[in-house]
């Protein structure tokens, strides 16, 4: 089969014929249809020092994905060929207190899919069936393509109570762009995006944000008296990584609100711990997707009228794979898919 592979140290990924991979008697084959790049893969093409420290070649990358199953390890049930299917990304130990009290997202010996073990950018993965979402008949393939940064957005905006809440997303990447959708369709009164990006910000405008700020031309406490704002926001989703983002984030906070961080900084960040302090905050990390309510209610939220689909922006052919990164790397860009069948 053809695969995208990081073949040895150093940047670039290479379009090569590898074996199908094999199945355990717990694993499903599964013929992809369609990918989603994430910054994950930015990472490992461009080989900077995660990628370095994590990455062990060969490695075929990629873990947002959609395809059908075409073949079913011997112990495997509820599945039959010709499902389509979604593969969460985070393969867990089973083992572990939290995998055993059915808290997997938990789990601390996490093997993430394309990154610890050969992915999905391929005509075929394998998975462990614990791994594998069924979609519901009629899906978009394409919103079924990015389940994974989906539940990335849905686990982070469904974090604290948005119903009527004031939110800020700061980040207007695939993840904040979803986010911002999910939000509003989950009630929230405002919801403010922060993004120096334009084509982001116009984007987020149209997945359903109140108002869009540029962080360098205006301070965000800037647009409580528009929004008829009292104090702060309640929610905010650190989408970003960016710590002026975080910190301004803290600082236009509502007493008694809630930070949910899933922005990944490449460095320290220096916090207020005062404002966090007397102003009662809750700040939480978030990880992948909650295995598999996030999965549930990312796909009842679709059925009952949330629409991510302007959120993906580009569509290439698999062998179009550089093209298809320069688009994702270049950032005037949502989510950025290829097609595996072309
Ligand atoms: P992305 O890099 O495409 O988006 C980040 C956005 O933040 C960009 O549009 C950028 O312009 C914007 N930004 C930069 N500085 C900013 C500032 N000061 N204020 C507001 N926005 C600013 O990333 P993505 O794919 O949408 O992912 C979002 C974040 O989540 C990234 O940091 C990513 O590494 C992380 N992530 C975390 C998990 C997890 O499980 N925790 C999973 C996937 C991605
Ligand atoms: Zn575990």
């Given at each position: 089969?053809?695969?995208?592979?990081?073949?040895?140290?150093?940047?670039?990924?290479?379009?090569?014929?590898?074996?199908?991979?094999?199945?355990?008697?717990?694993?499903?084959?599964?013929?992809?249809?369609?990918?989603?790049?994430?910054?994950?893969?930015?990472?490992?093409?461009?080989?900077?020092?995660?990628?370095?420290?994590?990455?062990?070649?060969?490695?075929?990358?990629?873990?947002?994905?959609?395809?059908?199953?075409?073949?079913?390890?011997a112990?495997?049930?509820?599945?039959?060929?010709?499902?389509?299917?979604?593969?969460?990304?985070?393969?867990?130990?089973?083992?572990?207190?939290?995998?055993?009290?059915g808290?997997?997202h938990?789990?601390?010996?996490?093997?993430?899919?394309?990154?610890?073990?050969?992915?999905?950018?391929?005509?075929?993965?394998?998975?462990?069936?614990?791994?594998?979402?069924?979609?519901?008949?009629?899906?978009?393939?394409?919103?079924?393509?990015?389940?994974?940064?989906?539940g990335?957005?849905?686990?982070?905006?469904?974090?604290?109570?948005?119903?009527?809440?004031?939110?800020?997303?700061?980040?207007?990447?695939?993840?904040?762009?979803?986010?911002?959708?999910?939000?509003?369709?989950?009630?929230?009164?405002?919801?403010?995006?922060?993004?120096?990006?334009?084509?982001?910000?116009?984007l987020?405008?149209?997945?359903?944000?109140?108002?869009?700020?540029?962080?360098?031309?205006?301070?965000?406490?800037?647009?409580?008296?528009?929004?008829?704002?009292?104090?702060?926001?309640?929610?905010?989703?650190?989408?970003?990584?960016?710590?002026?983002?975080?910190?301004?984030?803290?600082e236009?906070?509502?007493?008694?609100?809630?930070?949910?961080?899933?922005?990944?900084?490449?460095?320290?960040?220096?916090?207020?711990?005062?404002?966090?302090?007397?102003?009662?905050l809750?700040?939480?990390?978030?990880?992948g997707?909650?295995?598999?309510?996030?999965?549930?209610?990312?796909?009842?939220?679709?059925?009952?009228?949330?629409?991510?689909?302007?959120?993906?922006?580009?569509?290439?052919?698999?062998?179009?794979?550089?093209?298809?990164f320069?688009?994702?790397?270049?950032?005037?860009?949502?989510?950025?898919?290829?097609?595996?069948?072309?």
């Amino acid at each position: 089969m053809l695969a995208l592979v990081k073949t040895g140290t150093g940047p670039g990924l290479e379009l090569k014929n590898v074996p199908v991979p094999a199945i355990g008697i717990n694993d499903v084959l599964i013929r992809v249809h369609k990918t989603g790049i994430c910054g994950t893969d930015l990472h490992i093409e461009g080989w900077d020092q995660w990628a370095a420290r994590t990455i062990k070649p060969p490695l075929v990358v990629g873990h947002e994905f959609v395809g059908e199953i075409v073949e079913l390890g011997a112990n495997v049930a509820g599945f039959a060929p010709g499902d389509l299917v979604s593969g969460e990304g985070h393969v867990v130990c089973g083992r572990c207190r939290h995998c055993l009290a059915g808290r997997r997202h938990l789990c601390a010996h996490t093997i993430g899919l394309g990154v610890g073990r050969d992915g999905a950018f391929a005509e075929y993965v394998a998975m462990p069936m614990t791994n594998v979402w069924h979609h519901w008949h009629g899906i978009d393939e394409e919103v079924a393509a990015i389940f994974d940064p989906f539940g990335n957005a849905v686990h982070t905006a469904l974090a604290f109570p948005v119903l009527g809440e004031d939110v800020l997303i700061s980040g207007a990447g695939p993840i904040g762009l979803m986010a911002t959708a999910v939000a509003r369709h989950a009630g929230a009164r405002h919801v403010v995006v922060s993004e120096p990006n334009a084509y982001r910000r116009e984007l987020a405008s149209r997945m359903g944000a109140s108002l869009v700020v540029d962080p360098r031309e205006r301070a965000l406490s800037d647009v409580f008296a528009e929004l008829d704002m009292v104090e702060g926001f309640d929610v905010a989703m650190e989408m970003s990584g960016n710590p002026t983002a975080l910190r301004n984030a803290i600082e236009a906070m509502a007493h008694g609100g809630g930070v949910a961080i899933l922005g990944i900084p490449t460095q320290e960040i220096a916090l207020d711990v005062n404002a966090i302090v007397f102003k009662m905050l809750t700040l939480r990390g978030i990880y992948g997707r909650e295995m598999y309510e996030t999965w549930y209610k990312m796909t009842v939220m679709l059925q009952s009228g949330l629409d991510i689909t302007p959120a993906i922006t580009h569509r290439f052919g698999f062998r179009q794979f550089e093209a298809a990164f320069a688009a994702a790397r270049a950032g005037d860009s949502g989510k950025v898919i290829m097609d595996w069948q072309s």
